[in-house]
């Protein structure tokens, strides 16, 4: 099989020549790395990875396909939203043959359909020490010498790009969750339509006041928290009120932006399936998969609240609760598909604090 030339270029001037096995397009982003070794029809179709050049470190990937577009509950059952939101893939061999009772094509014809650039044969690990001791670069995939405008997607609100358009229910059960839609991944709707709830889904920036729900819900998403106005401003509201509230990832930034403290962003962010946190006050630590390029400053945080887990590698903040209200937030995702599902309980106290909270008002 014949693959034609593509070059992948960073910021810094760092050159890598590979082969297409995708789209053929030139295009530019954000260049940034995922250690997990399985799991990339979820990570392609992740919202979080909007406007990223996508590089995966593990060594054989397209190995296993990509399922087919099966969907449950309005929902694609296999993939975590309903698109591809990653600008381009880069990795080091791809797998011309793959193999799984669930696959209906190759990871190169998946590309291809949805017009996403894919190159392979290149230094992996090379790109990935770079991005370690530079940070995340900017960068451009180049084909047929088209070389693109350079492209910063923290610059733009990727969260208006990647929400919902209007107002979806999901389920008929008994507790109303609203669910602030920054970039959701589908196996959060999922998690939560298993405990019993209806789940209202709607645009990041929604005027809330005209929903009655029983807990609020604050979803992933891509990009600097900082951009989303109009969500921290809702929730800030939220804050005066007594319903439950829970985010996951960009939720917990924004989260903390509406309590009054501040983000930053990470050198290279957290992208992998294997992060340990602990558990602030216990000795109870957890593997996370993780998906983000900013996080709190832990030092900001006001005086009735504070820090929930903590990350064992670097000491960043992994979420945050509430001295006295039902508020909390992780910065990692315990619904991880492919991932571990060590804090899949959370959903669970979620949910008893709604009960709770009925009850205090029955």
């Not at 694609?76 to 698109?83: A, G």
């Not at 930034?253 to 509406?258: E, F, G, R, T």
């Amino acid at each position: 099989m014949d693959f034609n030339p593509i070059t992948l270029i960073l910021e810094d001037g760092s050159t890598f020549k590979g082969k297409s096995f995708g789209y053929e397009e030139s295009i530019a982003g954000e260049v940034v790395f995922n250690t997990a070794m399985t799991g990339y029809p979820e990570s392609l179709t992740d919202p979080s990875y909007k406007g990223q050049i996508l590089v995966l470190t593990y060594p054989l990937v397209g190995n296993y396909g990509v399922p087919r577009e099966d969907s449950e509950n309005d929902l694609y059952k296999f993939f975590e939203s309903d698109k591809l939101h990653i600008s381009a893939l880069v990795i080091s061999d791809y797998s011309t043959e793959y193999s799984h009772w669930n696959a209906e094509r190759s990871l190169g014809d998946w590309l291809k359909q949805n017009r996403i650039p894919g190159l392979f044969d290149v230094d992996t690990r090379m790109i990935t020490k770079l991005l370690r001791e530079k940070g995340s670069l900017l960068g451009k995939v180049v084909f047929d010498q088209q070389e693109p405008a350079s492209y910063n997607p923290n610059q733009e609100n990727l969260v208006a790009q990647v929400s919902i358009g209007e107002k979806k229910v999901y389920g008929t059960g008994k507790y109303r969750i609203l669910l602030l839609d920054c970039g959701v991944k589908y196996n959060i709707i999922r998690f939560l339509l298993e405990r019993d709830t209806t789940v209202i889904r709607v645009p990041w920036d929604y005027d809330i006041s005209q929903e009655q729900y029983d807990g609020l819900f604050i979803s992933n998403g891509p990009g600097d928290p900082k951009q989303c106005n109009a969500t921290i401003q809702t929730l800030s509201k939220s804050f005066q009120s007594d319903t439950p509230i829970f985010g996951i990832c960009l939720g917990n930034q924004l989260m903390a932006l509406a309590a009054g403290a501040d983000t930053y962003k990470l050198k290279y962010g957290h992208r992998s399936h294997n992060q340990p946190v602990l558990e602030v006050g216990s000795d109870k630590a957890y593997i996370t998969s993780q998906n983000h390029g900013f996080a709190i400053n832990n030092e900001t945080l006001p005086a009735e609240w504070e820090p929930l887990f903590i990350n064992l590698n670097d000491n960043t903040n992994e979420g945050m609760k509430h001295l006295e209200k039902p508020f909390f937030s992780t910065q990692f995702h315990p619904e991880a598909s492919g991932g571990p599902t060590d804090t899949a309980h959370l959903f669970d106290v979620f949910l008893e604090s709604i009960k709770e909270s009925q009850k205090a008002q029955s």
